[in-house]
Structure formats: C-alpha cells, structure tokens
C-alpha cells in the first residue's frame, strides 16, 4: 500500500483531481469530509468545540460551520485551538482508513493543509496541485464566495511555492481538463500504481 498526501490551495482543484485519482482505482480520502465526521453533533469532537466556542456556533442543534470558519479565520489563535481539538482526531481516522487498506492499493488522502500541519514525513509520496492565484480566485467567486472571504482564505494557507518545495510531484491546474487528467492518467500509472505494487510484493 502506498500513501499519497495530495495537497493544494483552496480553489487549486484539489476535489476535482481525487476524484480523477478515483476514477482510476485508487482509495481517495477527504481530510475535509474527515474534519466534518470527527465533529458531528454526538461525538467529543462536537462537545469540545461547543465547550470552547459557545453556543454561538451552533444553528438548529449542529454545527454552523460558516460561523466558526468566521471565527477563527479571523482570529489565528482560536484557529489554533480549533486544529487542536480536530486535527488528532482528523489523524486518527485516516490511520483506521489506512489499516483496512488491501496490499498494492493507491491510498490518496487529500490533505489541504500539509505543509502548516508539518504532515509529510506521514506519506510515501506528497503531491501539489498547483494554480496561478487570481484563476483560484475566480475559481471561488463563481462558487459563491465573497472578495473578503477569499482574501482570508488565502491569506491563512502558504503559498504554492512552499508546497511545492515539500512535494515530489507538482501537478499544473492552469488549463482545460483534459489537461490535468493526463498529468495525473501517467503518475497514476507510470509511478504510483508501480510503487504500491512493489510495497505490496514485500
């Protein structure tokens, strides 16, 4: 089994490029969707935030993940205590995913905060998917966000250029589809699937 951090900055077509990877047969794990399960109402995940952001970031009983994103993209220091409350949790899922993997399979977790969370030593391999910023910025106004929001988005992540100093492979998202499909159709085929192969026949 061979993992594979897939990394980017919001609106670089991290989703677009896991379901690709998908697509071709590998196991392809949302951080994101893993952030949202390790806090869902019930769990102690949920009661942590509620005990250390209040009852204002509830709506209707759940999450209002709009207004804790408010939150602490303003404020670095309850985005800190935010990471810490889902991140070991976040950690621990991918760890249960990644125990029930078959040998000589693909696993792709993609993990959008890589580099701020110091994560790559935990990967066989790190992939960047990389996009210049005012297409990421269009790429998000056409998703409902707002000109400030974007710009808090942005300015909490690292630049492209600090991923790609971490990643082994850079994968450009800069034209049509096609074209990133085949960026990713020869990795898949021509590295990973050989590399998880080869792990899988030790």
Not at 71 to 77: C, K, L, M, Q
């Amino acid at each position: 089994m061979l993992l594979v951090a897939l990394t980017g900055g919001i609106g670089s077509g991290k989703s677009y490029a896991g379901e690709l990877f998908a697509d071709l047969g590998a196991t392809v794990i949302d951080s994101d969707q893993l952030a949202r399960d390790v806090v869902e109402r019930g769990t102690p995940g949920f009661d942590e935030i509620v005990a250390r952001f209040g009852d204002e970031v509830l709506r209707d009983g759940v999450l209002d993940r709009a207004k804790l994103g408010e939150i602490v993209f303003n404020d670095p220091a309850s985005r800190k205590e935010l990471e810490e409350i889902t991140h070991p949790r976040i950690r621990k899922a991918l760890d249960e995913i990644v125990m029930r993997a078959n040998p000589g399979t693909v696993v792709i977790n993609q993990i959008p905060l890589l580099v701020e969370t110091q994560g790559k030593s935990r990967f066989d391999r790190v992939i960047t998917i990389s996009a210049p910023v005012e297409l990421r910025r269009e790429r998000l106004a056409a998703r409902g966000m707002k000109s400030y929001e974007i710009d808090k988005r942005l300015e909490s992540q690292v630049s492209d250029g600090e991923r790609e100093e971490i990643a082994d492979h850079v994968l450009r998202n800069d034209g049509d589809s096609d074209h990133l499909l085949r960026q990713i159709e020869n990795l898949y085929s021509e590295v990973l699937l050989p590399l998880a192969r080869a792990k899988g026949s030790i």
